[in-house]
């Protein structure tokens, strides 16, 4: 069957902001579907709030509409642009839910919109657990036995059925609090009466524990005929009981016979016909139980997933590219394999390498988390690696993490394992209530004897964390047996076994001299230079001059499907230590490497993927034959298809250097671009220089001048610009000092860290002797991880800038000509990070000649700097002064937005420049600041966190972010906050508990929801001044104050808004369950008076989206082509 | 798992060296490569690799062992066996024996530690070629041109006869299924009761195909290869089965004229050898690949429903598609080479596939024509 001729227009749904379980995947397989619809003909019309993604390029779609995900802004679009078809299976679960409710409320059938990919009733078969486990059993396969309880009765029932150990999962609570895991008898009625009370509807679904059981994913295809194909099988290494999103995964599976994997293939086979995925990519997931290969269902995805994408970049199958065309009409013996171009892409890709992937979490930014690793997937990032064998790719891959370990190295010298041990099991202990996390407290590390250090490895392994695995080998290193370790943690002996061997070798390395045979065999296990010099002595300059020497060279080999069999045409690459090298022969174009970003993590995501993709498409066009380096799969940027080559590599020194000699060796490498992948590549700027490999673009000189602070006072000081005042303090002492100088509140931070870790505002001496002692263990930490050891820590203090507007600039320069990208206002003010607060494109608020000023200033910085490329500058403004806060020579989160915005593909201009061209020449002159208004709003992943504080600061805690785009700041802000958190609210109470300062404007809130109908409710102080004011409030108890207290009351339905802001860390505490119960309930809550005013006046100008509001929805398309200012 | 070193020699003087796997000694035969990435034990058990060295793509080899249960013959065929790591540990919940005893202690030279995929490349951009392993105590040219040597007196495949030499030399009868691991899926073989009654040519026949006659409801004589027509009526059977094997096809006459003798007498189902050995009773040629078809994901069309089956394959020669008269219709195409993957005669039951539907290794999808045969008796 061809492509479907009666299809004209297609809607693409995206899956909006980045959160945990829902990342640049989407954008990848949305990205990879909007270009496959175009190709074939088809009118691409696009919906997605998230601006940072490379699928709302306007390129991509005939109308890209950065809209709410909600079923009325899509009702909106569908009624506007009458598409002929929804293809729902690229957005993740985000697209599938919504094109469910836009099913079930009748849209779809009103306009005749045909779901194509997958039907209303398949994705209900497949989402619905009592449906799903019906469609298994009918075709012969079983699922975990399970029950629904609501008492104590029931449950020992439903146990009676299932045995010991059961889980427990209380229905509709966030986060998966309250469940958890009844070992016996004696623990039944205690468990289960907490998980019942965590229900809102007093309904807990009891569970047969598969715990220890081996874990597999298929990721499959199938066409509209029912041809079928497995694209790749999935090991996880952490057996069942770890979300597959925070497994270390292998591909190809490893401890499955022939037998046992066409069991599971059959398996879901039948799954798919029995759900009737109609067409498109799947993934299924089976339990196998180890002793004895009995096999259980544990979910189906009818969709394109996270680990479809993981698969893509496995194999080199594109999975969400033939999926788009497969719903478009296609067979799958239609189309063929991009890679070999001779043969079909109905086939099933077999590779001769392994391939590892390994989750990257942030439990950093989040104190007070829960660290254990369970059902809910709780990593914000992952990095993938391909070697030969799996030791290869383990090792890899645990160097792509970026978290200091260059290898499977060992913790032993540094870690207090016991201390970690005792640590852990309070963890599991405390209950997940509404109590704050305790206060970090500074460990003094002892020095555990080896008996201890076994002991406590043996309490550690068997809690899965994000360090497990590195603790398992360290387990090994000191003697533990594979057979204990298999029992402690379910991890099959096959992989102990691999680990074993690379401890031998670590062995054999230790203390010896380096000899050739011993070096490449631990290069062929995956060590780096870095672990093989730590291990012999040596430096990691030394290691690498023998190695040389010795011929020891990596050879960059081809991911072509096919195991060889055919010729690959697509240069996909990575490196190991083989004997034959498939880099495709030079050509006459000049080449660049444009390095990525490595796992996404926070403050380093998809923003920085979207501007080193734009990059590659730049520099095509400019004729140059770009090649990309990353690890990470989810990216757009890892795709084959973006860039002429594709090297899939960890990002370090070592193995970005082996690529630039590979290019370099006979071609014309114009150079690197280090400055549009964030913090990871531009840190490998000055090695790479200091090796003679070109730098493109911006100076390492003058990132240089930007960071390091004498550097950065004198420059500021050379062109007369202001910044807020602050020092450099070694110890407690000098920190009080200081303090005294420039008075509180203080922004303090410790050095060598990045992303605003452990950056906060003290307001008195006693914050500050608290915060001093914690700052310096993350700045060892952070200088421990970077290998600095020689420098002592410090602690930089600055005048706090309270109460100031901050705004942040993203401007493009060629070294003589600077053309602003973008000027942006931040709603919330100074304290909170860039990164977290929402921004306003253009200034909403701020004086004309206040905006000219701060243009002014980032052109001086610019010109001085020398930047070419782009540039970021934050600045503070305090009663029409401007401070300079920080300037940033590089790519910036905002990139993106301000592109989406003005229609200015700032990041192409940008590498173009790089590669030598003058704005002059590409035509750019003039900044466009746009008529209509842009709000972007911040994503957080606190529902995943169950004990964290929702309050916002200097540290960065966001995941991803969201655009409202209006003709007015209003609407802008009402979508922004719609598409991040839902709709504001049009009635109802609305809770107030504000600090003292923040009561003047907390008035003039209330005072306009009072006027538009809600009820007020606050707290003592805070009702008595609405009070004084003459606002009508009902007065409510702090909770300290006893039952029924304000937490009480936001349970209450007719509680529609929060407002909660505060200061100091004792009322931080008092307030903490207000936010976490704000949250857990979903509604929508603000912790920034600067932040709710604008909320007041979004709903006041009826800008809430909540059904039936008359907002509009406008395409970008048509948003860039009104005519702007200049 | 040794550290002996060993090398890999092949015909065009191209040298491979590693580690020793498996018995000592040295070997030769024709190098080949599957890229199956699971089932090795069927791969190492099955006669259709006799006389060959066979290349494992997949680089990690022997993770789960060998059980009493996976093997597609009593004992390893094959010549010698490459691969890029052997397994230091065996983990399965069946396993019974590791990679390198097993080989051991059923003779079989092997070599681990070699860059399989510049191999694999040197193959399929030169075509398959003999080659010899052996240890190599002390590298020096004299040692590596002795087994150049060795590889380059090696056999021809072409024109040789292999499939007499694994074939059983007496009849015997077959009753197992595949019992508790009966394939879930669609099409698959599932009689109630055994009441028709096969004689299958043992050509080096894969235990699976069996154990799929058996479920089709099948009472199967397996007899030698040289089994006369006659001899084969006499055991009146409903239908006729022609296995896979080793070797080049147009070597086995005997076999060939058998068929003719049989066809029109009885159903006839031939997989692999025995589909070539069919086609050339019908008249058609066959010739050899350039490095063959081997693995468990190569795609075939149905050219009678349109559906595409992912095949398990394991060929060196193929049926020309030129050479097919008027006696006999293609039935299968191989999706990425058009070669021929099956074959009906136009008016006779006898059809044959290239490709394995028993898989053992790989996937169910065709395990329809076991049916198809018995439904034609």
């Known amino acids: ?135 298994c059993e009918k075709v012969g396969l079983s699922v975990p036995k399970s029950g629904h309880a609501h008492s104590v009765e029931d449950a020992r029932a439903i146990v009676a059925e299932i045995g010991y150990p059961a889980i427990l999962r209380p229905s509709f609570t966030l986060g998966g609090a309250g469940g958890g895991i009844v070992w016996s008898e004696g623990e039944l009625v205690a468990k289960v009466e907490w998980a019942l009370a965590q229900s809102p509807t007093r309904e807990v679904l009891i569970e047969q524990s598969v715990l220890g059981w081996k874990e597999y994913e298929l990721e499959v295809i199938s066409d509209s005929v029912g041809n079928f194909a497995v694209v790749c099988s999935i090991e996880n290494i952490d057996p069942m009981g770890v979300h597959t999103g925070d497994s270390i995964t292998v591909a190809p599976a490893m401890t499955l016979t022939d037998r046992e994997l066409q069991r599971l293939r059959d398996g879901a086979r039948a799954i798919m016909r029995e759900i009737g995925v109609a067409t498109g990519g799947a993934n299924v997931q089976f339990a196998v139980n180890p002793a004895n290969g009995d096999v259980i269902v544990i979910e189906m995805n009818p969709r394109v997933s996270r680990s479809s994408a993981l698969a893509s970049k496995a194999t080199g199958y594109a999975i969400a590219k033939v999926a788009a065309k497969l719903a478009i009409g296609y067979r799958l013996d239609e189309l063929r394999n991009d890679i070999t171009r001779v043969t079909s892409a109905a086939f099933e890709p077999t590779i001769d390498y392994v391939v590892t992937k390994w989750p990257r979490f942030a439990f950093e930014k989040f104190p007070g988390a829960d660290p254990r690793l369970g059902t809910q997937m709780k990593s914000v990032g992952e990095a993938m690696a391909i070697g030969r064998t799996f030791c290869e790719a383990l090792q890899k891959a645990a160097r792509s993490l970026e978290t200091g370990k260059d290898g499977l190295s060992s913790g032993l010298a540094t870690q207090d394992y016991p201390a970690l041990a005792q640590a852990l099991e309070r963890e599991s202990r405390r209950d997940l209530g509404m109590e704050a996390a305790p206060d970090p ?198 795709d084959y298809d973006t860039s002429d080559r594709l090297y899939f590599e960890p990002l370090t020194f070592e193995d970005v250097l082996a690529i630039c000699r590979n290019e370099a060796r ?155 990208g973008g000027v942006m206002q931040h709603i919330e003010e100074a304290g909170i990070h860039s990164g977290d607060s929402a921004c306003v494109l253009p200034p909403h608020t701020l004086p004309r000649h206040v905006v000219a000023s701060i243009k002014e200033q980032t052109r001086m910085l610019a010109i001085e700097l020398g930047v070419r490329g782009l540039m970021n500058v934050q600045f503070g403004v305090i009663n029409q002064m401007t401070y300079v806060i920080e300037v940033n020579p590089r790519a910036s989160r905002t990139s993106p937005f301000v592109s989406k915005a003005t229609g200015v593909p700032l990041a192409k201009i940008a590498a173009k420049v790089m590669a030598g061209a003058t704005l002059t020449e590409l035509g750019i002159v003039d900044e466009v600041v746009p008529r209509h208004v842009c709000v972007k709003e911040s994503v957080f992943p606190f529902s995943k966190f169950p004990g964290v504080d929702t309050i916002l600061g200097p540290e960065m805690r966001s995941t991803g972010e969201v655009m409202g785009i209006a003709a007015t700041f209003e609407v802008a802000f009402g979508k922004a906050i719609t598409a991040a958190s839902g709709p504001l609210p049009t009635s109802g109470a609305v809770v107030f508990s504000v600090r003292d300062e923040d009561k003047p404007v907390a008035i003039v809130c209330a005072r306009k929801l009072h006027r538009m109908g809600f009820t007020l409710l606050a707290t003592g102080g805070t009702a008595a001044a609405f009070g004084r004011a003459g606002l009508p409030c009902e007065s409510v108890q702090k909770v300290r104050d006893g039952s029924p207290h304000i937490v009480d009351r936001i349970r209450d339905k007719d509680v529609v808004l929060v407002i909660n802001t505060t200061t100091a860390s004792r009322e931080i505490r008092d307030s903490y369950a207000i936010r976490r119960q704000s949250l857990l309930t979903g509604k929508p809550y603000f912790t920034t008076m600067s932040a709710a005013l604008a909320a007041c006046d979004a709903i006041q100008a009826g800008a809430t989206c909540a059904p039936g509001a008359p907002i509009e929805v406008r395409s970008l398309q048509e948003w860039h082509a009104k005519p702007a200012s200049g | ?167 059983c030399k007496v009849p015997y009868a077959w009753k197992e299924g595949t019992g508790l691991w009966k394939p879930a899926a669609p099409g698959a073989p599932d009689a109630k009761k055994i009441d028709k009654r096969v004689v299958a040519f043992d050509f080096g026949i894969k235990r699976n195909i069996l154990r799929c006659l058996v479920d089709a409801g099948c009472d199967v004589t397996v007899v030698p290869s040289n089994t006369s027509a006659a001899a084969v009526l006499d055991l009146r059977p409903d239908g006729v089965f022609l296995s896979n094997g080793p070797g080049d096809p147009a070597a086995v006459t005997y076999a060939i004229e058998t068929v003719r003798a049989l066809l029109g007498k009885k159903p006839i189902f031939g997989i692999c050898l025995g589909h070539q050995i069919l086609g050339l009773a019908l008249g058609a040629t066959t010739s050899k690949l350039r490095f063959g078809h081997r693995g468990i994901n190569q795609p075939v069309r149905d050219l009678t429903t349109g559906r595409i089956e992912i095949t398990t394959q394991n060929h060196g020669f193929v049926v020309d598609v030129d050479s097919i008269g008027d006696a006999a219709t293609v039935t299968h195409l191989h999706l990425n080479d058009g070669s021929v993957e099956g074959l009906a005669h136009k008016t006779l039951p006898a059809f044959s596939v290239q490709y394995h539907p028993e898989s053992a290794a790989g996937p169910h999808d065709s395990l329809y024509l076991f049916e198809r045969f018995t439904s034609a008796f």
């Open chain 1, 1 to 135: 069957m061809p492509r479907r001729e009666d299809l004209r227009r297609i809607l693409l749904i995206g899956s909006g902001p980045i959160v945990i379980g829902q990342a640049c995947e989407f954008d990848y397989s949305g990205t990879q579907g909007a270009k496959a619809l175009a190709a074939e003909g088809y009118e691409v019309v696009l919906v997605n709030s998230n601006p940072a993604t490379i699928m709302t390029d306007p390129e991509l779609a005939v109308r890209t509409y950065v809209e709410p995900l909600t079923v009325d802004s899509l009702t909106k679009v569908i009624e506007r642009e009458r598409p002929d078809a929804l293809l729902p299976t690229l957005g993740g679960q985000t697209a599938l839910n919504l094109a469910l409710a836009l099913d079930e409320a009748g849209v779809l059938a009103k306009y005749g919109v045909e779901l194509i990919g997958a039907s209303p009733t398949a994705i209900r078969k497949a989402e619905d657990r009592g449906l799903f486990k019906l469609a």
């Open chain 1, 441 to 638: 407290h500074t460990a003094v590390r002892n020095e555990p004897t080896i008996d201890e250090q076994r002991a406590a490895l043996r309490r550690l392994i068997a809690i899965p964390t994000a360090d497990r695995f590195f603790q398992v080998a360290d387990a090994l290193r000191l003697g533990i047996e594979e057979a204990e370790i298999h029992a402690i943690t379910g991890i099959d002996p096959w992989f102990l076994a691999q680990v074993r061997r690379i401890l031998a070798c670590e062995r054999a390395l230790t203390g010896a001299a380096l000899e050739p045979t011993r070096v490449r065999g631990a290069k062929q296990l995956g060590f780096s230079d870095r672990q093989i010099a730590r291990a012999a002595g040596k430096t990691e300059t030394e290691v690498r001059t023998f190695r040389e020497g010795a011929g020891i060279q990596p050879v960059f080999s081809r991911v072509d499907t096919c195991g060889a069999e055919f010729v690959a045409h697509t240069p996909y690459m990575y490196s190991t230590y083989e004997t034959v090298d498939e880099t495709p022969p030079d050509t006459d174009r000049r080449k660049v490497i444009i390095l990525g970003g490595g796992p996404n993590r926070i403050g380093q995501g998809i923003e920085f993927d979207y501007c080193c993709v734009h990059a590659a498409f730049a520099l095509r066009e400019q004729g140059f034959e770009t090649i990309m380096v990353n690890c990470n799969p989810e990216t757009v940027s890892t």
């Open chain 1, 666 to 820: 006979g071609g014309k490498l114009a150079g690197v671009i280090v400055q549009l992948g964030g913090q990871t590549p531009l840190k490998l700027a000055k090695p790479l220089v200091a090796a003679g490999i070109p730098i493109l673009g911006t100076s390492a000189e003058a990132i240089d001048r930007a960071e390091d602070r004498a550097l950065f006072d004198a420059l500021l000081g050379k062109l007369g610009l202001q910044r807020p005042k602050g020092s450099i303090a070694n110890d407690a002492a000098g920190a009080r000092q200081i303090a005294q100088e420039l008075g509180y509140p203080l922004l303090v931070r410790p050095s060598y860290v990045l992303g605003g870790r452990a950056m906060m505002i003290v307001h008195d001496q006693q914050e500050l002797d608290h915060y001093v002692g914690v700052a310096v263990e993350v700045a060892m930490e952070a200088m421990r991880d970077a290998q600095a050891g020689h420098q002592k820590p410090v602690i930089l203090l600055d005048q706090f800038l309270k109460d100031a507007i901050e705004v942040d600039v993203d401007c493009v320069a060629d070294g003589t000509t600077v053309v602003i």
């Open chain 2, 1 to 167: 798992m040794s550290e002996r070193r060993a090398m890999l020699a092949l015909a065009d003087g191209t040298t491979f060296v590693g580690r020793a796997l498996g018995a000592e000694g040295t070997t030769t035969g024709e190098v080949v490569f599957t890229t199956g990435m699971t089932g090795y034990q069927e791969v190492l058990t099955d006669p259709s690799y006799s006389g060959q060295i066979v290349t494992m793509t997949a680089p990690e080899i022997g993770n789960t062992g060998l059980n009493k249960e996976d093997g597609e013959d009593a004992r390893p065929r094959l010549a010698g066996y490459v691969v890029r790591e052997a397994s230091n540990i065996v983990s399965n919940w069946r396993a019974d024996e590791s990679l390198d005893g097993y080989l051991a202690r059923h003779g079989i030279v092997g070599i681990e530690g070699i860059d399989t995929r510049a191999l694999t490349r040197h193959l399929r951009d030169h075509g398959s070629q003999n080659g010899a392993i052996g240890l190599l105590p002390d590298d020096n040219s004299a040692a590596r041109e002795a087994l150049v040597r060795k590889a380059r007196e090696a056999p021809n495949m072409e024109g040789l006869d292999l499939a007499t030499g694994v074939s």
